[in-house]
């Protein structure tokens, strides 16, 4: 009972598949050459804007998402808020936290490992 | 009231400004929560008592609350919560700001023994001496593990951090006697790193103060209560001196850097020793205190485990005061002196 | 009674249990009911492990002194105490037990999604299970269940074989909590709709997102704190610069939803029970369904209720403590709900009955002190006191484990097909519950006087309430061991059930008890939802 | 993962175990997620406490030969969505030999990342107390080292475990067990491959390209 063809279209053609794989090392060149420039704090915005174009690349097309409705998208979206939602809180503590309670306030702390 | 509802809770006594906020909040909380638990429990009982079961083929209707009620069952409990939580947090903010006119005492928690020492004054192992009727400012660091200082009568508890520094404050507002214990959970002793929160009158804190400054406290107070031993920083380290002499630790440890049987004390403290089995590891207060009471956990590469177990025979603040003599020790300028091989030349004196 | 005697009572001959008699067919089955079983005897294995050693603890509280165990050993009871309890029974209890056997037959399916990846979870609770006793017999940690370091990586104590025992442990909740999402969202019976699922469905796909969700943080803690502890990397090494208050960030993130892993499924039991006790159908059940939903979600975002004092950022706190306040909302509608079912129903008082008011009794009680706890005033003077050792043991053994037991005398019939003997069931149940507020309440005063957690040796002021908790626990422990005995004698002994003992109006009643290996003689459709009992009783889900 | 070709018994069709399997494997690359969840949060908290630390560890950092194992991952990932492919239209000959060559890209991002651990090992930029890296010395530099050492190790771990799946697989495939019918087990490591090249494509910016 082999269940028919499913239509071509659905499915990430050959052709899609090399344009993107293409992208990507377009990408990955690019968001290399820019961190040279050492432009600060900027450098991390554009590496994590460029990592995230490149993650939902993959995960749209190579792993099929854009082509699967439903549960399967919400599963991994919960997940990667839940990412954002720990890193938040522990960054946030970390920010407003009484400025002595922070491992930077350790007297002998000069060096890696101590004076 | 407060108290008929201090008594029936088994709440210690209020002894701080913070204690009498939280209380009043503490009975809101419970008398509402009661309220509603007895409401509820008493309508669940009617409703078992009146709609029994009287036959086995009984139908029931098919009942769902109407939105108005569905939205009570969530909008009157979450009003509750939420300004059970604005009450709650106005208090907790203010707990973590202490105000300016706050003396400073500094708090120094190490397994199982609380240390105080006032800026500029004595130090004290074990018993927090403080006016009443004055904010004072606690800045605690631990030398070792989390602990945590909890005093019942202030309702006051705040976590003490290895290697950083938390703060907490409180305000006594009447003199007495209050226990203080450790409330996070730091290894086998646990449970004995008790200490004592003795709040004076303000003018007779202040002599006591002015009378520690000047070093007399000892003959003043006759016999110190057991764990309570007041010494100045200064006398520290004298003390230590006294008892390394005592307990011969200077027949093998040199104090002036030259090589002798143990490794020298000048300029150990935070000096990064290499050990027998290949690691490195920093002579920190923790490391001298287990070489003094288990010398053969951690052996300096190079030298031979001659040195006798001191555990039982030292004391803890007796251990304490050589960890701050040693510490006294530093040569100028500082530099990462490493420890060189043993040499065994008899001293003459012997 | 003679085994002819029990046929005509509606006793099937041949049914999941004598399908394959030899043990192998036992150890290798892929059969959901058999792997419910097999879940059924360590959890209670667990259970009376961790039970032990809270006596042992509660008879050293006897005198403040030593009482008969020195520190060390003390440390070490309470450390293996929380370890089994928290992880071999709480946890597994009731998704692993009942959510195997029942969720299959529930939304009319054959077997799990899974079924071999099922029966390795077994095999991982084993292998877990085995590396923590091996850990237990030498000596196990004294750092308590919750690790803290800087502590836990310090201490010279056998740390590393429990946090792997743990580590095992947590991939088989993962692969219970894929199984069943994916169970029920591909192989709903043909008619069940997610509005006609029963309520037991929705609290364990809320426990299976958990589970899911919560588990892998804890995986990778436990394994930076073994890492931390045997190569020394230095993460949390406060002279390096390590920060102690992110491990409890990462450990809280986990075991915060982890007490929701333990309480959701019980309530999923008690909305089943209620409807079934009270003949009714649940008042509410869009809502009580959502609330389940709504823990799951909403209960990743309050783990920061658990470090008020702990060294937290004031910012934290509030938000933290904002958050816990809305989590407490689903509670409360779904207690609501239960009590409003009772509403012109035909309530029979029957042991699950008993087991009802007393979750409903310890989650109200539980929950509102829990609210308390987490105002964060009031928590700075309870943390770290018995005051929230008695909250949570409320929520945990009050209303987690009356869940268990409702739910292991309600389903009992179903499983085995025989009764267990109603009067007994009821003496144990008051004694459970007389001997749980004797044990706990005089722990709320505790904490009230401000005795703190983990303590060996205490002030003498608090003798006579821990005299009072030690008596009460005796109390607890005979009253389940009434329970463990008459339950066993009901397998061999209880007169069989038939097909449906509470006349409930659940789908798992609507095949023979206990049922085929393949759940039903043919597949159901599903032509209206669970609990309605409107409808004239003949009116059931046959093909 | 399945290895049946053809339906198993309490399934309704071949549809709804693959659309099962998928969702399966999706919410277990959740737990993947959320396993380097801890990680992430613990390398924020650090980068935002020793910032100029972080930043000269990892200039220090050889970051051209990062962006050759990106894209060496990245020729993996799209080696095997070939194989997807070239499975789903039955030609397992082609379908073994992409999955050869995703393990290959596999093994040389291991053989790389090999080479740079060698050179931390001997300059002695190791994590915790093993950190005796003499021109590095401003506080939490041992730190960057063991989160640097946690997170591309875990990593590697994911790349080993997945680069034996896809062998596993392209064994299966070079005896003709996929076709149109039955391909979900291709579909299925595809996935994991696809998440252990995207956890790495967050890895790279953040630890080389600070």
């Keep these: 009972m082999v269940d028919t063809a499913e239509a071509e279209h659905d499915e990430l053609s050959p052709a899609r598949s090399a344009m993107i794989y293409f992208v990507l090392l377009v990408l990955t060149v690019a968001t290399y050459s820019l961190s040279r420039l050492h432009l600060g704090t900027w450098t991390l915005v554009i590496a994590m804007v460029i990592a995230i174009v490149k993650a939902s690349l993959v995960a749209l097309f190579f792993m099929q998402l854009w082509y699967h409705r439903g549960s399967v998208r919400l599963a991994i979206a919960i997940a990667v808020l839940w990412l954002f939602l720990l890193m938040f809180f522990v960054v946030a503590d970390v920010k407003t936290r009484y400025p002595l309670a922070n491992p930077t306030a350790n007297p002998m702390l000069v060096g890696p490992s101590g004076p | 009231m407060n108290e008929l509802l201090r008594n029936v809770l088994f709440l210690p006594e209020q002894a701080s400004t913070f204690a009498r906020k939280v209380d009043s909040l503490h009975y809101f909380v419970i008398i509402t929560t009661m309220i509603m638990s007895t409401l509820v429990g008493l309508t669940a009982l009617f409703f078992f008592v009146r709609f029994r079961r009287r036959s086995e083929t009984q139908t029931t209707p098919l009942l769902n609350p109407p939105w108005w009620l569905e939205t009570m069952f969530v909008v009157v409990p979450l009003a509750f919560f939420l300004f059970w939580f604005a009450r709650g947090y106005t208090d907790y903010v203010e707990l973590k700001t202490p105000p300016k006119n706050s003396m400073d005492v500094y708090v120094q928690a190490k397994q199982w023994m609380w240390k105080f020492s006032y800026p500029e004054g004595p130090n004290a192992i074990g018993v927090l001496r403080v006016p009443a009727n004055r904010p004072v400012r606690l800045m605690m660091t631990s030398r070792d593990v989390i602990h945590s200082f909890f005093v019942p009568a202030f309702r006051v508890k705040q976590d003490v951090l290895p290697g950083r520094y938390t703060e907490t404050w409180f305000e006594a507002i009447q003199p007495g006697r209050y226990q203080l214990l450790c409330a996070e959970y730091c290894g086998t002793n646990h449970s004995l790193m008790l200490g004592e929160v003795i709040v004076l009158r303000p003018d007779e804190f202040d002599s006591w103060l002015a009378d520690q400054r000047r070093g007399r406290a000892l003959q003043q107070d006759g016999a110190p209560t057991a764990d309570e031993d007041v010494t100045r920083q200064a006398d520290l380290v004298r003390q230590g001196e006294r008892f390394a002499v005592q307990y011969g630790c200077v027949k093998c440890h040199s104090i002036d850097g030259s090589p002798h049987i143990g490794p020298t004390w000048l300029d150990l403290f935070l000096r990064r020793e290499e050990l027998e089995g290949g690691q490195t590891i920093i002579a920190d207060e923790a490391y001298l205190t287990e070489s003094m009471m288990d010398p053969r956990a951690k052996i300096v590469r190079g030298f031979n485990p001659v040195m006798p177990v001191f555990k039982g025979r030292l004391a803890g603040p007796e251990a304490a005061a050589i960890v701050e003599y040693i510490k006294s020790l530093r040569s100028e300028p500082l530099e990462q002196a490493r420890s060189r091989r043993p040499v065994y030349e008899p001293i003459r004196s012997r | ?543 | 993962m399945l290895p049946e070709s053809h339906v198993q018994e309490h399934f309704a069709n071949m549809e709804v175990q693959r659309q099962a399997a998928r969702l399966g494997m999706w919410a277990f690359l959740g737990t993947e997620v959320l396993l380097f969840a801890g990680l992430f949060a613990a390398y924020a908290e650090y980068r935002s406490l020793f910032h100029e630390t972080f930043v000269l560890s990892s200039r220090h950092l050889d970051a051209i030969m990062a962006t050759v194992e990106t894209a060496v991952l990245i020729t993996g990932s799209f080696a095997v969505v070939m194989a997807h492919h070239y499975a789903r239209s039955s030609r397992s000959g082609m379908t073994c030999l992409s999955l050869l060559v995703a393990v290959g890209t596999g093994l040389a991002f291991l053989a790389l990342h090999g080479i740079e651990y060698v050179h931390h090992f001997e300059e002695g930029a190791l994590p915790g107390k093993y950190y005796h890296f003499p021109e590095i010395q401003t506080a939490g530099a041992s730190m960057f080292f063991s989160l640097y050492f946690l997170m591309t190790g875990l990593h590697s771990l994911h790349v080993i475990a997945g680069a034996g799946v896809l062998a596993w697989l392209a064994w299966r495939a070079s005896s003709g067990e996929f076709s149109r019918g039955n391909y979900n087990a291709v579909e299925m490591g595809g996935l994991y491959w696809h998440l252990v090249d995207v956890i790495w494509i967050f890895l790279f910016p953040l630890l080389y390209l600070i």
């Excluded at chain 3, 029920?184 to 929705?202: A, K, Q």
């Excluded at chain 3, 890492?227 to 920060?243: I, M």
């Excluded at chain 3, 945990?396 to 005398?409: N, R, T």
């Excluded at chain 3, 703190?452 to 009072?468: I, K, W």
């Design chain 3, 1 to 543: 009674m003679s085994p002819s005697a029990l046929d005509e009572v509606g006793f099937p001959e041949h049914h999941y249990l004598n399908a394959g008699t030899t043990v192998r067919s036992w150890l290798l089955t892929t059969d959901h009911k058999r792997i419910g079983v097999m879940y059924l005897v360590a959890v209670i294995l667990a259970l009376f492990l961790g039970g032990m050693f809270a006596l042992l603890l509660r008879f050293e509280h006897l005198t403040p002194g030593p009482t008969y165990i020195d520190a060390v050993t003390y440390n070490r009871f309470f450390t293996l105490h929380g370890v089994i309890m928290v992880w071999f029974f709480l946890i597994p209890a009731i998704p692993s037990v009942f959510g195997n056997f029942l969720l299959p037959i529930m939304i009319g399916a054959k077997d799990v999604a899974f079924p071999r990846l099922n029966l390795a979870s077994v095999y991982i609770y084993a292998v877990g299970a085995a590396f923590t006793t091996w850990a237990m017999i030498h000596g196990g940690a004294d750092t308590g269940w919750t690790f803290y370091t800087p502590y836990s990586t310090t201490t010279s104590t056998v740390v590393a074989p429990i946090l792997l025992g743990i580590f095992i442990l947590g991939f088989s909740t993962i692969v219970t909590g894929i199984n069943f999402i994916v169970t029920i969202h591909t192989m709903r019976g043909p008619g069940l709709t997610w509005m006609r699922l029963p309520l037991f469905v929705w609290a364990i796909y809320g426990t299976a997102i958990i589970q899911v969700l919560a588990t892998p943080v804890l995986g990778l803690v436990l394994l930076l704190v073994g890492v931390e502890h045997v190569l020394g990397f230095g993460l949390f090494d406060p002279a390096r610069g390590g920060d102690p208050i992110l491990f409890q960030h990462l450990f809280w993130f986990y075991s915060h939803p982890a007490v929701y892993i333990m309480i959701l499924p019980a309530m999923g039991v008690i909305s089943e029970t209620v409807a079934a006790a009270a003949r009714k159908n649940v008042f509410g059940y869009r809502a009580v369904a959502y609330s389940s939903l709504g823990i799951a979600l909403v209960g990743f975002f309050t783990w920061g209720h658990h470090m008020f004092v702990a060294g937290q950022g004031v910012f934290d706190a509030g938000a933290f403590g904002v958050l816990s306040m809305f989590v407490g909302i689903f509670t409360s509608i779904k207690v609501f709900t239960w009590v409003g079912t009772l509403y012109r129903g035909a309530i029979r008082f029957t042991t699950p009955f008993a087991y009802i008011c007393g979750f409903l009794y310890f989650l109200v009680f539980g929950g509102m002190t829990g609210i308390a706890v987490a105002t964060v005033s009031l928590d700075v003077h309870w943390h770290d006191t018995y005051f929230v050792v008695a909250d949570f043991l409320f929520i945990m053994v009050g209303a987690a484990l009356m869940g268990f037991l409702a739910a292991l005398h309600y389903w009992f019939p179903k499983m085995f097909g025989r009764m267990y003997h109603e009067g007994w069931g009821l003496v144990s149940a008051t004694l459970i519950i007389l001997g749980f507020n004797a044990t706990f309440i005089p722990q709320f005063l505790l904490g009230n006087l401000g005795m703190p957690r983990r303590y060996y040796d205490y002030p003498v002021r608090f003798q006579s309430l821990h005299v009072a908790s030690t008596a009460g626990s005796t109390l607890l422990f005979f009253g389940f061991v009434i329970i463990f005995i008459y339950l066993v004698l009901a397998l061999k002994y209880g007169r069989a059930a038939g097909r449906n003992p509470w006349g409930s109006r659940g789908f798992e009643w609507d095949t023979s008890s206990p049922p085929p290996t393949h759940n039903f003689e043919q597949l159901p459709v599903f032509t209206h939802g669970p609990h309605e009992y409107q409808l004239a009783p003949e009116v059931s889900n046959a093909a």
